[in-house]
DNA sequence: AGCGTGACAGCAAGCGCTTTCTATCTGATG
DNA sequence: CATCAGATAGAAAGCGCTTGCTGTCACGCT
């Protein structure tokens, strides 16, 4: 069998109590004694138990990220910051945690059974982050899952995400985001727009659209149905609506995506149709991946601070920094204008 | 309190043990009780405790996927793909498995750490994706503690990693890869060839560089030690090592890129140098990650089948489906000839 | 000398679940 | 009608660790 606390303390010579505070730093242990207690670890290769522990402690050291899609460098980024955040010393002494990403893709179902499965493990944290989807049953049951766990003593915090009652949250303002970078573009001269949005049911995709919307209402233009078309957050999806817009109206000056991925797939499929950007058709992306500055011309965008919001919500989860007022912090993007985006051909 | 099992059972009228059994489902239970069991759980929100239930039955339901950049779509591809294969029911009935990712950074330290939470978890499997550090010692520790995961039940596979005796492995064929680009480079008339190198001390860099250099030796190309540069994996590195190569030997013709990242920041630097691609310089890059294609001109490389090998060490992880004969699998990549590469200018 | 006071160390009671072994009941069988 | 197999349900013994409480010393004080 494996090594046991017990197998410890035996060669140690102390009872398992001993060898647990050693381990666990939190109770006076003679010096001469954790050194005895140490090197019997060492050479018995001990790794403590973590079920055991857990349980008896009613603590773990688990600490879940849920994600959108993992494969994206969006979520990607955000994730890795988080992790950052999380992997050094927290609460317990020695404490290792375990940060765990979870890939949901975008399912609401499977969001819920990674929440059940790490409220079933006790985690102690918990961060979700990107969009949520908007259905009012799955809200609900979000809602209450966040609400348990947080009962339970799991900290919980939204990152990129809209805020909820149950949770602290780091909010991107993709509604002000939308809005600058359509002012940006009427600004340009632009006055047909088309708009390539994400998943209908997503709040990022709504929010960024009523940015969109609200540049253009402001500025008295009155936008066409034909001119929204709605998709995935993927380039395939920019490719086909690209199309899609131009053959409902080729007379489009520019094209906003709903993210930068979906961005890069509407500029293969503008020079695919022998457009060019930007002289035929601007185009305009959203996140500021890091791949977008290399595009060519490179995509004007905004910018969200990923890697920011997502340190910041890990230190949040671990209890190293004050929540913010309200529990809700509201992050700006910074519009970045690039060569993807210029004054309009005349007619 | 949290509900416990004891709970249900008192609610449902039945012992604890009886609750237990409709719960794993792996003995008979009248249907009458289970309903009555099923019902309470639900009333009464019930979710299993995970550390207790691990600790009993000396499983866990915990999956450990390794990645070195979980920013980098190269992982969250394979990560991404692994996990769908893990998410669904394994070996215990009903059996949701938490699969979770853990981001190194490419540290061996933080691989070691990671290892040992998962051991201390008692994960049910591990799966170690991307290129290993070429260090004996540290070789030596991870061999180790794959050795006593592997002794302790849990599956270890390694994922585009090279083999190693203690585990599963599907490879990529690294070196084969980069020997097929770089003859493809030199079959178009290319004879001063600059190779931008990942980061010095691990086995991708290597394999890749060897193949690069194999093709050379083939065809009697005697190569110049300026025309390398080592680097990291991503685009900054290749920004700058081609200003490197650029200024070491401004007569080069092609620029191999470790990866797709780094390609793209050779052509960034190209571009900002006035150089023309493929007219000037030819680039090429290894991955075909999904952005490969949308740059402009998009991008000669090496597709490797990430979504494929990662579903695949994934079902073996879950013991899905029989390992390779030997132990080892070898995946070939496959050479996308595109825009970036094209016949050198005469000279 | 007597005793309060720290500083350590150990005992033992769980933490909430799984699982072996045993008990009970129902039909079916001869 | 006695007997036995089969099908369920329960009792209880842990799984390996944490921690409240109880010693046990060695000092230093009055």
Redesign the pocket.
């Given at each position: 069998?494996?090594v046991?606390?017990?197998d410890v303390a035996a060669r140690a010579?102390?009872?398992?109590?001993?060898v647990?505070?050693v381990?666990?730093g939190?109770?006076?242990?003679?010096a001469?004694?954790r050194e005895r207690v140490l090197k019997a670890v060492d050479e018995l290769d001990y790794v403590?138990?973590g079920p055991?522990?857990a349980?008896?402690?009613?603590t773990s050291d688990l600490v879940g990220i849920l994600v959108n899609d993992i494969a994206d460098p969006f979520f990607g980024i955000m994730a890795s910051a988080i992790q950052s955040e999380i992997g050094g010393p927290g609460g317990r002494a020695g404490g290792e945690r375990l940060a765990v990403v979870c890939n949901t893709g975008g399912s609401p179902e499977r969001e819920l059974t990674y929440l059940t499965l790490l409220q079933r493990q006790r985690a102690a944290a918990v961060v979700l982050t990107g969009g949520a989807v908007e259905d009012a049953a799955h809200g609900a049951a979000v809602g209450n899952k966040l609400r348990r766990l947080a009962e339970a003593g799991t900290r919980v915090v939204l990152c990129g995400r809209p805020p909820a009652p149950e949770a602290i949250a780091i909010t991107f303002d993709n509604r002000g985001g939308g809005r600058e970078l359509t002012e940006h573009l009427i600004g340009l001269g632009h006055r047909r727009l088309g708009y390539i949005a994400g998943p209908e049911e997503r709040t990022t995709t709504r929010h960024r659209l009523e940015g969109h919307r609200a540049a253009l209402a402001a500025h008295g233009i009155e936008e066409d149905p034909r001119w929204t078309v709605y998709g995935r957050y993927d380039r395939r999806s920019g490719y086909e609506a690209t199309l899609e817009l131009l053959r409902r109206d080729p007379s489009l000056t520019a094209v906003v995506a709903a993210n930068d991925t979906v961005a890069l797939g509407a500029c293969a499929a503008l020079r695919d149709s022998g457009l060019r950007i930007p002289d035929d058709v601007s185009v305009a992306g959203f996140d500021d991946l890091p791949f977008s500055i290399d595009a060519v011309p490179s995509l004007t965008t905004v910018r969200l601070p990923l890697s920011e919001a997502g340190a910041r919500a890990g230190r949040i989860a671990m209890g190293r920094e004050e929540p913010p007022p309200g529990g809700i912090a509201t992050v700006r993007g910074e519009l970045m204008v690039r060569g993807s985006s210029g004054v309009p051909r005349v007619g």
């Open positions: 069998m494996t046991t606390l017990a010579q102390v009872s398992p109590a001993t647990s505070r381990l666990n939190n109770y006076p242990v003679a001469s004694t403590l138990n055991a522990s349980l008896a402690a009613a």
